[in-house]
């Protein structure tokens, strides 16, 4: 069994013995990928104490084959049913599966092809091992947050006055597929003016204006990891003074959460203490959402950096750091890093300029 998914399904195993399970379905599609590297949209994983066992339908056994030939695999349309059935015929009693994953619906067909069986909730183990990344799967998140530097240094100069929010979020995603990205992280927001004081505005046929803000925020995916970048501009003139306030309170803010960044460094402290920065500058309301969360096989995973956060930062989590000031009616500005928590200063994977740029 090759490095690193034969470490990864030992990690998980002994989880599943510290809360004595015998054995765990895992239905998350992104953590079969995880555990196994077979990416496929109808997958469940049997992991058991001595072996794992891969059900996926036929459009993807062969992609499965060569993606894993490790592992064995069964043909099902139902693969947690089938999979159930093959835990309850080895006599398996206490079967773990993935509460948040699966529909009531689907609990009732596992119940059901695995009468015999205790299905017991086994919280989120493998979201938990994911966490903590490998330096293959850093790579990967790094190629991801070049390909998006690259592109956002392409784009600007192409940047105009009069050229739609639309026209613009399209050239930018054509320039992240041309740099060699698989995907898009996310759908690119492209916020301009007004728009650009809602944190998650999806991109219009509005023409960009002279003296309108500019938000973008956006990111290539590479190999199943995301990058995940954020800047704001100013275009067609020199800032106005609130502009320029907003702009380098955020950025102030942003700093400040980049550098508390560090193993041990409580999710909730680090969101603390970058906005008390906005809080003391009277923009405390509107900075509605979360510091940062991690990035990885999904754009938004752990650990989430909120106030109401639990938890610390671990060393080799890549996590992003944006906070936002956000005035309706008139604009906003997010400032967002994709970095990875190490020992002694987070090192930066995204790494555009951070100044108030004035474009077109
Ligand atoms: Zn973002
Ligand atoms: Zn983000």
Same mark, same amino acid.
């Given at each position: 069994?090759?490095?690193?998914?034969? &470490?990864?399904?030992?990690?998980?195993? =002994?989880?599943?013995?510290?809360?004595?399970?015998?054995?765990?379905?895992?239905?998350?599609?992104?953590?079969?990928?995880?555990?196994?590297?077979?990416?496929?949209?109808?997958?469940?994983?049997?992991?058991?104490? !001595?072996?794992?066992?891969?059900?996926?339908?036929?459009?993807?056994?062969? *992609?499965?084959?060569?993606?894993?030939?490790?592992?064995? *695999?069964?043909?099902?349309?139902?693969?947690?049913? &089938?999979?159930?059935?093959?835990?309850?015929?080895?006599?398996?009693?206490?079967?773990?599966?993935?509460?948040?994953?699966?529909?009531?619906?689907?609990?009732?067909?596992?119940?059901?092809?695995?009468?015999?069986?205790?299905?017991?909730?086994?919280?989120?183990?493998?979201?938990?091992?994911?966490?903590?990344? !490998?330096?293959?799967?850093?790579?990967?998140?790094?190629?991801?947050?070049?390909?998006?530097?690259?592109?956002?240094?392409?784009?600007?100069?192409?940047?105009?006055?009069? !050229?739609?929010?639309?026209?613009?979020?399209?050239?930018?995603?054509?320039?992240?597929?041309?740099?060699?990205?698989?995907?898009?992280?996310?759908?690119?927001?492209?916020?301009?003016?007004?728009?650009?004081?809602?944190?998650?505005?999806?991109?219009?046929?509005?023409?960009?204006?002279?003296?309108?803000?500019?938000?973008?925020?956006?990111?290539?995916?590479?190999?199943?990891?995301?990058?995940?970048?954020? #800047?704001?501009?100013?275009?067609?003139?020199?800032?106005?003074?609130?502009?320029?306030?907003?702009? /380098?309170?955020?950025? *102030?803010? =942003?700093?400040?959460? #980049?550098?508390?960044?560090?193993?041990?460094?409580?999710?909730?402290?680090?969101?603390?203490?970058?906005? *008390?920065?906005?809080?003391?500058?009277?923009?405390?309301?509107?900075?509605?959402?979360?510091?940062?969360?991690?990035?990885?096989?999904?754009?938004?995973?752990?650990?989430?950096?909120?106030?109401? &956060?639990? /938890?610390?930062?671990?060393?080799?989590?890549?996590?992003?750091?944006?906070?936002?000031?956000?005035?309706?009616?008139?604009?906003?500005?997010?400032?967002?890093?994709?970095?990875?928590?190490?020992?002694?200063?987070?090192?930066?994977?995204?790494?555009?300029?951070?100044?108030?740029?004035?474009?077109?």
């Amino acid at each position: 069994m090759p490095h690193p998914h034969a &470490a990864r399904l030992d990690r998980l195993r =002994q989880l599943m013995a510290a809360v004595g399970l015998d054995a765990m379905v895992v239905a998350s599609l992104v953590n079969v990928r995880y555990l196994t590297g077979v990416a496929s949209s109808n997958a469940a994983l049997l992991v058991e104490h !001595d072996g794992a066992l891969l059900a996926t339908d036929g459009r993807y056994l062969v *992609q499965a084959a060569a993606q894993a030939p490790w592992l064995r *695999q069964l043909e099902a349309r139902d693969c947690l049913a &089938a999979l159930a059935a093959v835990a309850a015929g080895a006599g398996i009693v206490r079967l773990g599966f993935e509460a948040h994953h699966i529909s009531v619906e689907e609990h009732g067909r596992l119940q059901a092809a695995a009468p015999s069986a205790h299905l017991l909730p086994a919280g989120h183990p493998v979201e938990e091992l994911r966490t903590v990344k !490998d330096p293959d799967e850093i790579e990967l998140v790094r190629q991801a947050c070049q390909i998006s530097d690259y592109a956002l240094a392409a784009l600007l100069p192409q940047v105009r006055v009069g !050229d739609t929010e639309r026209a613009t979020a399209v050239r930018l995603e054509r320039l992240m597929i041309d740099a060699g990205a698989e995907d898009l992280a996310f759908a690119t927001i492209v916020a301009a003016g007004p728009n650009s004081a809602v944190p998650h505005h999806t991109p219009t046929g509005r023409p960009i204006e002279r003296g309108d803000l500019l938000k973008i925020d956006f990111g290539a995916r590479v190999g199943g990891y995301h990058a995940d970048l954020t #800047r704001t501009f100013v275009v067609g003139g020199p800032p106005a003074d609130w502009q320029q306030e907003i702009h /380098g309170m955020v950025r *102030q803010a =942003q700093r400040t959460g #980049r550098q508390a960044l560090a193993p041990g460094a409580g999710l909730a402290h680090v969101d603390a203490l970058a906005r *008390q920065v906005i809080v003391a500058a009277g923009q405390g309301p509107g900075f509605g959402h979360g510091l940062g969360h991690g990035v990885g096989l999904e754009i938004h995973e752990a650990p989430m950096m909120g106030p109401a &956060a639990t /938890g610390t930062l671990e060393a080799g989590s890549p996590v992003t750091v944006e906070p936002g000031v956000y005035l309706p009616g008139r604009g906003g500005v997010r400032i967002e890093d994709t970095l990875v928590v190490r020992d002694g200063p987070a090192e930066p994977l995204t790494t555009s300029s951070r100044e108030l740029l004035v474009l077109g």
